[in-house]
């Protein structure tokens, strides 16, 4: 199968301009183009046609917030390279088909250790597309560390420069999750941002003011809404009340990560995010390492984890420790807990995520000339298969 | 002429459907024969191409040596505009069917030189050897393609102003706009419709009925283009009971009585040659 072979897949809905349609799909060198150009200006047909039986086409999900799974984590892992590998490899029977590998708060030595070798890289039958890392911690609010180790938490008391004494570098970085509270916090976002870097704000105590200031600095994006921020008050609605604030929503849009793993976040929240921003909504699975593996119980790193019921917990307790829900199982448990659209839910996992990224213009969608990652679904939003650049690359 | 008559829009394209079916496969084209079809767009034919299209996928027609050469298109329209007629025949037709794209002629209202866009289109449909069967539609003041009323009766492709009339109709295609909609189009002239050796013009609906009786009725006209088939040899006029309202009664009758002297020709077992002298 040659790169630039012609694919038109036909008898299928594609999610395109918010609605599914009845539509041909056209793809080549890795791209979605149009079939007008193809038709009318190259007078050639296409090489393969494929029959999809009627099933859903739509953007592959794009996970922007994922700690590691199938028995990987990636804040501490001896073999980062194989365990990136398998992770973005595992991925692709999620539909995810591009993904930041979240790191959270971590001694400097992992930092320096373990950034270098989380390349952003192209996807395919090896795995799914790293767009970059994002670093969750340790620019924190200690008293909203959630599982974060308490120990490694700073402070930015030297701005910028404190970030480059942690990290080392930031050559792979796609996004930081930092508490805007802190001291020097507007700076620090103004430079990441003028870096290309998205800045989400969370774990935080912050109040709607700090919230405001560090969108107005350039911050764009919310971690995991309601989890590890203050809750909603309504003479202060703190970072929640970023979703309706008027002084930043005026001339851009403020996405938020939101969990939709039916434990996390509870189904009414999911419905009031849902309904006062639905534009800013990105899905996140937040998953750490028990995600993907069986029931039972699992020894990661010097954790032992008790998965039961779907849920992780800390062996021999009723403490939840982390998500372990899939993309797709996110997405069908926010589509049935809101009544939102099909077309919906499908977006917040791909458009809206790409959006948050500013990277629209090559993922997150099926128009033409972005790049030909998508996913096969039945009617009931259960995947059939996972496509990267044009090519199968997992199948049900 | 011959006048068919049947129930509902629906039927109208069914029959359509059928006849170009059987006109195609009774022609036995091949690699040195090819069947070339005039082609229009719009709501009319819609059914049709959708009908066209189940028999292709059942098997029963194919369009591989088939040509088509489309009857118009707006000028300076983006082709990607979902008014375009370009769009419309890609997305309605002729991705779902086996056609070679190089076969597919569209005229091209972006052409640096419409002129010569024009006179070319003329070219390649007489070195396709004509056309064999010409499809058409017509709007409610009669016009065919988009000879508007008074365009010359022997007109070749050419650019063409559209009437007040006609802009105000496509405006709801447009966003009810009138100041969207193009003011200028390329269309093939009734004199290129009349050097085709057979016409079939559909009509459907009430509000195309008055046209249908300028069309038969009353003498041709260059105020109402579609009259002019009259003096074609081979014209076929399809409509629905809805159009014949303008119609003389006498006219109906006579020709629903010869409804089964009509249907012989889209049946598969007489070739169309053999019936095209029963009237």
Redesign the interface.
Known sequence: MSSSELI?FINCKILRNHTLTE??LWVRNGKII???D???D????ADTVIDCNGCIIAPGFIDIQINGGFGVDFSNCDNIDSGLGRVAKSLLSSGVTSFCPTIVTSPNDVYKHVLPQIKKSQGGLHGATVLGIHLEGPFININKKGAHPPKFIKDLDEGFQSLVQTYSTLENVSIITLAPELKHANEVISKLTSLGITVSVGHSMASLKDGESAISSGATLITHLFNAMLPFHHRDPGLVGLLASHNTLVDKIVYFGIISDGIHTHPAALRIAYRIHPDGLVLVTDAVSAMGLEEGRHNIGQLSVEIKNGMALVAGTNTLCGSIATMDTCVKIFLQSTGCSIEYALEAASLHPAEALGIVHKKGTLNFGVDADFIFLDSDLSLLSTWIAGKCVYKK | MRLVILESADSVAEWAAKYVMKRINDFQCGPDKYFVLGLPTGSTPYGMYQKLIEYHKAGRVSFKYVKTFNMDEYVNLPRDHPESYHYYMLHNFFKHIDIDPKNAHVLDGNAPDLVEECSNYEKEIARAGGIDLFVGGIGPDGHIAFNEPGSSLVSRTRVKTLAQDTLEANARFFGNDINKVPHQALTVGVGTVMDSKEVMILITGGHKAFALYKAIEEGVSHMWTVSAFQQHPHTLFICDEDATLELKVKTVKYFKALSAVHHKLIEDTTPINRSRSIH
């Open positions: 038109q539509e041909h149009n079939p007008e193809v038709f009318f190259e007078k050639i047909k």
